[in-house]
């Protein structure tokens, strides 16, 4: 019974970095200003050739892709005034709409994983919390406490595991770390395209996005740590 409690409680701990990375995630496959944001800083509309207007409803469309509001994340784009044509190609050589369904599975994932986190930690949390009446004095006295301890060790667990990340970084050549990270999260090559989606969202763009998203994590964490950290002395205070 005592192990089960520890192993409990430290997936408690782990389940804390999850919800913060996934929750950003999900936060960041949804913002419309990200993609905007690619598409001014890299000239993709100088590039492609596609008006800035048409991005913005590629955007869209990829975004109510991802969430299962439409089948297809292909739609039809005028290039640079001439014939319309469709935007993602789906050939031998290039299989966009492929790597976007297996884009749109590994997004799923995340969701579920966000999902299991957030009712793993509220659970755990009102289990911990529960107990008869002649067991309030006890619970006033350390359970809520144990779970503000729980949630500190999990963001210096999630800043712990940004710090290794860093250094990563640093060691290894974030191209690569880009490559290994397809090899790892697909199975098959067809993430390497020729066509208008790596146009569309070139390799700096998701180098960008990993560092803003590693630095909203860190100051999720930092924040959330924090208030975890002076509830209890907030509440030794107001006990005096």
């Given at each position: 019974?005592?192990?089960?409690?520890?192993?409990?409680?430290?997936?408690?701990?782990?389940?804390?970095?999850?919800?913060?990375?996934?929750?950003?995630?999900?936060?960041?496959?949804?913002?419309?200003?990200?993609?905007?944001?690619?598409?001014?800083?890299?000239?993709?509309?100088?590039?492609?050739?596609?008006?800035?207007?048409?991005?913005?409803?590629?955007?869209?469309?990829?975004?109510?892709?991802?969430?299962?509001?439409?089948?297809?994340?292909?739609?039809?784009?005028v290039i640079e005034g001439e014939e319309e044509i469709p935007l993602f190609q789906e050939d031998?050589?290039?299989?966009?709409?492929?790597?976007?369904?297996?884009?749109?599975?590994?997004?799923?994932?995340?969701?579920?994983?966000?999902?299991?986190?957030?009712?793993?930690?509220?659970?755990?949390?009102?289990?911990?919390?529960?107990?008869?009446?002649?067991?309030?004095?006890?619970?006033?006295?350390?359970?809520?406490?144990?779970?503000?301890?729980?949630?500190?060790?999990?963001?210096?667990?999630?800043?712990?595991?940004?710090?290794?990340?860093?250094?990563?970084?640093?060691?290894?050549?974030?191209?690569?770390?880009?490559?290994?990270?397809?090899?790892?999260?697909?199975?098959?090559?067809?993430?390497?395209?020729?066509?208008?989606?790596?146009?569309?969202?070139?390799?700096?763009?998701?180098?960008?996005?990993?560092?803003?998203?590693?630095?909203?994590?860190?100051?999720?964490?930092?924040?959330?740590?924090?208030?975890?950290?002076?509830?209890?002395?907030?509440?030794?205070?107001?006990?005096?």
């Amino acid at each position: 019974m005592k192990i089960a409690k520890v192993v409990a409680y430290w997936l408690f701990i782990i389940c804390v970095p999850l919800l913060l990375l996934t929750s950003t995630v999900r936060l960041g496959v949804n913002s419309m200003r990200l993609y905007e944001y690619g598409f001014d800083r890299y000239g993709v509309s100088e590039d492609t050739g596609i008006d800035r207007e048409q991005l913005g409803n590629v955007a869209k469309r990829l975004v109510d892709y991802f969430n299962f509001r439409v089948e297809t994340p292909q739609t039809m784009v005028v290039i640079e005034g001439e014939e319309e044509i469709p935007l993602f190609q789906e050939d031998d050589q290039n299989r966009e709409l492929t790597h976007l369904a297996d884009v749109r599975r590994l997004f799923q994932f995340n969701h579920r994983v966000q999902l299991a986190s957030l009712a793993y930690i509220i659970i755990y949390s009102l289990m911990s919390l529960r107990g008869k009446r002649s067991n309030l004095k006890r619970w006033k006295r350390g359970r809520w406490q144990d779970l503000a301890k729980g949630i500190r060790r999990g963001c210096v667990f999630t800043l712990v595991l940004i710090a290794v990340l860093g250094i990563a970084s640093i060691l290894v050549d974030f191209e690569q770390l880009f490559v290994q990270f397809h090899h790892v999260a697909f199975d098959n090559p067809w993430w390497m395209s020729s066509g208008y989606l790596p146009r569309l969202f070139p390799e700096q763009f998701w180098q960008d996005i990993a560092f803003l998203g590693t630095g909203v994590i860190a100051a999720e964490a930092l924040l959330l740590g924090s208030i975890a950290w002076a509830v209890p002395f907030i509440y030794q205070k107001h006990k005096h």
